[in-house]
């Protein structure tokens, strides 16, 4: 390979003049931070997915943390998710001194087994975060149904899942749409759309929203756009225990654009999608990703099962060195140090399918300006190296 050769990068946000103009007319303002931009942003990302309620905070992260504050995690309380995700999901639990419980994911997929949840529930259990896991919509129709028969909220971890859609109740609703108790969104690089850093929480419930937004700014009573608005002198105080996990102008400003671009960019993503689906087929022993019937993935990453004979950190490497970049399977969070104390988890199923996924299943590259000869180059590419391994296996 030749060093001049271009990189195809797994992952590339798509930021261009529009997003400068809106930093810029944020800059230019005056008011950098949790203002104005912020407020019109939730308007336009609730009245996007459909919920009565968007709070903006500085990650999603943060936006976990406040979710599981919010339905009421205390030190000891019990609440069930999977291993398979991004280290954050456990970690929020852990925030709040509660203790994430582990189920396995389904077979052949990435996403929570609704199957196993039942038996994980115990008289600690206090809340399901359930995880929309790389934009794929989880079986929200029987997480809801578990859930309801044990009397427990449900947070949606919708880092990945902006846009995304969920046949519930007879229609298509985008996921934030207020089945669920709270879903949280991220608006990292890696996700669909950015502001750098970002994250959203969605609700019905006018309590939370209330929560959030004190919580959010140090849980200070008045917010700082009442206080500079005011015609007379207004003393804040600080009710309870709070935090700074603020949005700035600058992001939401930008935030506002990237939403504007998402229907288009989503349409992208599912055609890219959909050419990887058709172009794969015949590779032996490679599964690409089933949508069922019942979801619309915004198809935030591109997962796909690797030949049982095929070695992962090999595939990669021989991608790499033709100039595609991957990603290994999505994490298990229960394998990392820091969760190497027992005390910090519970293992309520084998998890099995998990640690599989994570060793036998990369990521390709996908977005939204991925043109078609990118997307050839990364098929001829697996074709070349699955192929000529099989052909290695075939004859040893
Ligand atoms: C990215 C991600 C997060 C964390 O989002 P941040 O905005 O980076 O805090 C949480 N959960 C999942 C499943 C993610 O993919």
Known sequence: MSGAQRMIPVAKPLLDEREVDAARRAIMSGWVTQGPEVAAFEREFASFVGAPYACAVSNCTTALHLALKAVGIQPGDEVVTVT???????????????????????????????????????????AILCVHQLGMPCDLTRILEVAGSHGLPVIEDAACAIGSEIHLGGDWRKVGTPRADIACFSFHPRKVV?????????????????????????GMSVSDTVRHGAREVIYESYPELGYNYRM?????????????????????????????????????GLATPVEPYWARSNWQSYCVR??????????????????????????????????????????????????????????????????????????????????????AAARA
């Open 84 to 126: 398979h995700s991004f280290i954050a999901t456990a970690n929020a639990i852990r925030y709040c001194g509660g203790i994430p419980v582990f189920v396995d994911i389904e077979q052949g997929g990435y996403n929570i087994d609704p199957d196993l949840i039942a038996a994980a529930i115990t008289s600690s259990t206090r």
């Open 194 to 218: 950015t502001t750098g850093d970002g994250g959203m929480l969605t609700t019905a419930d006018p309590d939370y929203d209330r929560k959030f937004r004190l919580w959010r700014q140090h």
């Open 248 to 284: 700035t102008d600058v992001q939401a400003a930008i935030g506002r654009e990237q939403l504007c671009r998402l229907p288009v960019i989503i349409e992208r993503r599912r055609q890219l999608a959909e050419q990887y689906r058709n172009a794969l087929g015949d590779i032996p």
């Open 306 to 391: 690797l030949p049982a004979a095929a070695d992962q950190r090999s595939v990669m490497q021989a991608l790499l060195d033709r100039g595609i970049s991957t990603r290994r399977g999505v994490m298990n969070i229960h394998l990392e140090p820091a969760y190497a104390d027992p005390n910090s988890f519970r293992r309520a199923s084998s998890l099995k399918n998990s640690v599989a996924a994570q060793s036998g299943s990369i990521i390709l590259p996908l977005y939204a300006q991925m043109t078609s000869e990118e997307l050839s180059a990364v098929v001829e590419g697996l074709h070349e190296v699955l192929g000529r391994r099989q052909v």
